[in-house]
């Protein structure tokens, strides 16, 4: 895993929905170094910290990185005001991002909001192989959903409103999917308390299952041990780096409440 | 290319720019982006006897042009350190420097006696750390404190000895001139200010510690500040530090009184700031015809 720091050129930027922006740029480099899952530490002009944003997808043949993120404060707003053109100062790839055994024929994706964006590079990865659940707060949040169906993902919309798709949470259509057809993987970003739920129907199911984590960072490359989760490894306790351990974990090493 | 090398308390550094403790690892995880002997030295996560599991997250929040952290020194422990990272360090890097903190004395004479027996270049004491409940800032807020750890780690270790101060004192010339007289070689300064963040729609202090250090660019008027006055209370040379994140604020703080300089949350801002703060002093230093480092050392001139 090799990462990079430098300013690329910001190639498209689109308003997806109400507050959430997809911006694409050209880093020829970053791109032969993706991984879907990964993230990128990206510098939000006038301010200190970095903003840690999920890799959508990516072009190692066009050389390109996307991310789609949400404006959820004056970081992500100011970065959101850039434009085709100007440079985005990217630091990344970042993280270890999904592990998909060849062998596994059936891959379940669930993202809930903000997390949709990054299981997308999976779907583009995984084709028909792979069923995507994805869960937004209502008709108007809705994002990639027709992005995952080109890419071959059957794919289910929830929506806590009902106004779109199954009425309710993300966890409905994943336990109907076990019980129904199975799954050899299930693959999640979003919300902890929908995390947790998940990871409950998969103990549950006895299927093996992966998030993406969230958490307040420092360096991102793994030095400042800033941006801890509490893990259980061989029954020891310990505080492991979303940035460098992560963001993907396996949900049963995962202290939920921790 | 101008000579910036500097030295301090005999040890020679290729240059006066040091990775400050915490931001920067162990080193290990910047190697992607420049090698670690581009630096002039290194001040590794501060570490103790006995590791440390850390503070309860959330550990960072940020604030106007500075952060707030609370990690409650995270680590592996001193024989760790010694083992796993310090060889490569060495290899590596240049000026290797322990971070050393400690809830009692014995912990501090412990580590220093661990550390007395490595290549390790320098050992600078974190009497300071705002974020540990035992310990860390509560030695570094009285002269007696300060006093007495210094003297137990000086007889400890033969080893080069750096104290790093708080800000969080009345007086922190009283603070460095104790720690002088009981035989540090030099004073590293300053670390974090102790501070607090609220989210007001939950009401709850966006650290899980409740309080945390403040650094960045917003304490670099303080840093200067207490460099200056402790420039004027003490003989030893002075590793300067506190919310540096360009080569003019590096030229600032060696007028106020650094030898030396360190940078920590800029690292966060821009991987690449101590590679170009050390490329803007060679330039300075070019353009304005320096020869040597220690010809800016402290020499604001203050006016009557």
Known sequence: MSY??????????????????????????????????????????????????????????????????????????????????????????????????????????????????????????????????????????????????????????????????????????????????????????????????????????????????????????????????????????????????????????????? | MADLSVKIAGVEFPNPVIAASGTYGNGECFTDLYPLSRLGGISCKGMTIVPKLGNVPPRIAETPSGILNSVGLQNIGVHGFIEYYLPTLKEEGNVIIANVAGATIDDYIAAAEALDVTNVDMIELNISCPNVKAGGATWGVTCEGAASVTKAVRAATSKPLIVKLTPNVTNITEIAKAVEAEGADSISMINTLLGMRIDIRTKRPILHNNVGGLSGPAIFPVAVRMVWQCYNAVKIPIIGMGGISTWEDAVEMMMAGASAIQMGTAIFTDPWSPIKVIEGLNDYMDKNGIKDLSEIVGQVKPWD
Not at chain 1, 25 to 30: L, M, Q, T
Not at chain 1, 85 to 90: E, I, P
Not at chain 1, 148 to 158: H, L, V, W
């Open chain 1, 4 to 258: 990079y720091c430098d300013k690329y050129p910001i190639i498209e930027k689109k308003c997806i929905s109400r507050d959430t922006f997809s911006i694409t740029i050209y880093a020829p480099e970053a791109a032969k170094a993706a991984h879907a899952g990964q993230f990128a530490n990206i510098s939000a002009p006038g301010f200190t910290l970095r903003r840690p944003i999920s890799i959508c997808e990516f072009s190692r043949s066009r050389g390109t990185l996307r991310f789609v993120f949400e404006v959820r404060g004056k970081g992500t707003e100011a970065i959101s005001r850039l434009n085709v053109g100007d440079n985005l100062d990217v630091l990344g790839p970042l993280g270890n991002g999904f592990a998909i055994p060849d062998s596994a024929r059936r891959v379940v994706l669930v993202g809930g909001g903000i997390g949709v964006p990054p299981m997308l590079g999976l779907a583009k990865k995984l084709g028909d192989r792979a069923t995507a659940i994805l869960g937004f707060r209502d008709y108007s949040r809705i994002i990639l959903a027709d992005e995952f169906e080109k890419y071959g993902a059957a794919t289910a919309i929830c929506t806590d409103d009902g106004s779109v798709g199954y009425n309710g949470m993300v966890t409905g259509p994943l336990e109907s999917t076990l019980k129904n057809t199975g799954a050899d993987i299930v693959c999640a970003c979003g919300p902890m308390p929908m995390l947790n739920a998940i990871a409950k129907i998969c103990a549950q199911y006895d299927v093996p299952c992966r998030v993406s984590l969230e958490q307040r960072m420092g360096c991102g490359v793994g030095a400042c041990v800033v941006c801890s989760c509490l893990t259980v490894r061989n029954g020891q306790e310990h505080y492991a780096r979303v940035c460098k351990d992560g963001p993907v974990f396996d949900a049963k090493e995962v202290k939920f409440n921790g």
